[in-house]
């Protein structure tokens, strides 16, 4: 079975390759230049095929690391193709081995007159398509290092020293205020380290706060008329899932995340100015929006929860439907210090999860951010580049068009 098609090398580049395989997965790969030696050669592996009377056989042929054999195979007249490496390194390892061990064979691929006659057929074929794909990889390969040498002409060399690496965590101090004030701690770099103890005993004490709310909250929706419970008690219940299904869908997917933020910090820790510029304005049209965001809506729970304070001066009985949201804390009547504590707890964890909710949308969005910066960052250099281009072109074809014109001004006189 004869394949043409691409290979990448170490280098970085493309060239075609064809691939002859036999029975197995296996086969033997030929670059456009061995590939035309055996071109070449298939005249001599004719001859000894087809003509019986041919007492003496040629001798071997050796193209680069491949070997060809002319020998025979179940009585009849074949050319063997082989890897000379492979051959080789199965010598050596056979030498080196005990006998008791199983001998390793190279990969060859053996033709008799009818396999051979079938790839006559279809050596035509198999020519226009290598240099269809010598043609179309020159050009890729041009193209690309042509872009690589481009970019790294335009970096500013005599400002390099003075950027600041950048990564995603120091890339947006907001979001890492937001990401430890929530007590989310979602990941921000891309290895495995962990958060100081300090902030892993406050977002414990976080999350049991949450906890607590949900475990008076859901309850308290049964004892308080349907209107109290459906407009405060299920939009906190809402919100509170929302945001639990986010972090938690965050977490299970956390090497995920960690591959995107070390692809991240790749694209960042290029040194150019341009790249800096992007990302800071870039990020920087996040920052506004979100500190007024967090800030008007924690001001505007505090003076949603204060409310119930006031009732504290009026009474001494109080009961669920006295609380701003529908939570069973004591029995009915609660005293006044219930209550208070009742109004706490009710205040401060609708202005954790709101938190949390902000923290959360703010880590998906800087990411998204840097990711639209990564993007714009190649635009523009694209840009530059063919610009570049395009002046020099016109600069040089305005310069043909002034040596006519003197040529002509010097014919008429």
Known sequence: MVHVGLQKTNEGIFKPLVKLTGNNADGIYFDADCWQQIVDNMVLMKEYLNYDNRTVKPNSIVIRNILINFTTSYGAKSILLANKEDEEE??????????????????????????????????????????HLESLSDNVNKCAQYLIKEIELKLPNNTLGNIKGMDFQNVNPLNVRLNMVSGNLLPMTADNSSFPIFWKIYSTLIWLLEILQTCVLIPGCFFVPKEKALKDGVIGIVVGMEVICTIIRIYSCRGQVQQLIQK?????????????????????????????????????????????????????????????????CGKEPVTTSMFVFGSVIVMMSSAYIFTKKVGADSYIINMLLLITAQYKYIALKLSMIFQDKLLQSDHSKSDTEKCNLNRDDYAEK
């Open 90 to 131: 199965s010598h050596s390892t056979s030498d080196a081995t005990s006998p008791k061990k199983r001998r390793t064979y190279a990969v060859v691929i053996v033709m008799q007159e009818t396999t051979f006659l079938g790839l006559q057929n279809v050596i035509n074929c198999v020519n226009v398509h290598l240099k």
């Open 264 to 328: 991240l910090n790749d694209v960042l820790s290029v040194e150019d100015e341009i790249m800096r510029s992007i990302v800071i304005e870039t990020i920087k049209s996040m920052k506004s929006p979100f500190k007024f965001y967090w800030s008007a809506g924690v001001m505007s729970i505090i003076a949603w929860s204060s409310e119930p304070f006031m009732l504290a001066f009026q009474r001494n009985s109080f009961f669920y439907v006295d609380y701003k949201m529908p939570v069973v």
